[in-house]
């Protein structure tokens, strides 16, 4: 936890990372299969719409000759019926939020999301903590480093004042090219500087470690 030292900003993934969302894009993704007059998607598949934008998870479910069709068969789901109920807050989330705003501590996202973000963001009251959210729709996709270079240079920030909390190796991959610390959420089996095991414990460390004199934005 040596970069605690220098920490001015966090930068959080979505989903798995925020919000518990893999059954909520499960259902999502085998409705539009549904719609398509396909089955449902193999464990390895769902795996792989957990960390990809929806055009690069609907062509890898459905294959480059249904792509198309899927893609406009997904505007006839309701998100907001069969996935967005269904996200989970992960459990201590807003508790850490509000802790990191009190603290003065810089709050982004960036994810592979893209129309569906706004409303998760509405729906979670997520708004006031997070400036700016960058999706796949207003950067390119990770791990692509593009939308951590967005939120850095808003917030005036260097690389190293910051951290990604991410839970994938897409997330992993986006830290490195930014340059930026990586601490991986809940998955051990990623190589990250910091390994975060829940939000309750990570807001235990943060306050003993900014309550000891070393909190960079006092």
């Known amino acids: 936890w040596e970069s605690l030292e220098q920490l001015r900003g966090l930068i959080f993934d979505c989903d798995g990372v925020l919000l518990d969302s893999f059954q909520s894009n499960v259902g999502y993704y085998n409705a539009i299969l549904a719609e398509i007059g396909m089955g449902p998607m193999s464990p390895k598949q769902a795996e792989y719409v957990h960390t990809h934008t929806v055009t690069q998870s609907l062509a890898h479910i459905a294959g480059p000759e249904r792509v198309e069709e899927a893609l406009s068969m997904r505007f ?26 009190n603290q003065g501590v810089r709050m982004g996202v960036s994810t592979n999301r893209t129309t569906t973000m706004d409303r998760v963001v509405a729906y979670y009251d997520l708004g006031k903590y997070f400036f700016p959210v960058m999706t796949a729709s207003n950067s390119r996709a990770k791990p692509s480093p593009e939308g951590v270079y967005t939120i850095l240079d808003s917030w005036g920030y260097a690389p190293e004042e910051v951290a990604y909390i991410g839970d994938s190796d897409v997330d992993r991959k986006t830290a490195l090219a930014a340059d930026v610390p990586f601490w991986a959420y809940k998955n051990p089996k990623l190589k990250a500087r910091v390994h975060v095991d829940d939000f309750w414990k990570l807001r235990r460390v943060l306050n003993e470690a900014f309550s000891g004199g070393r909190n960079p934005l006092v």
């Not at 309701?78 to 990191?100: F, H, I, K, T």
């Open 76 to 101: 006839k789901v309701d998100y907001n019926e069969v996935a967005l109920p269904y996200l989970q807050p992960e459990s201590g989330l807003y508790e850490l939020l509000d802790w990191l705003m």
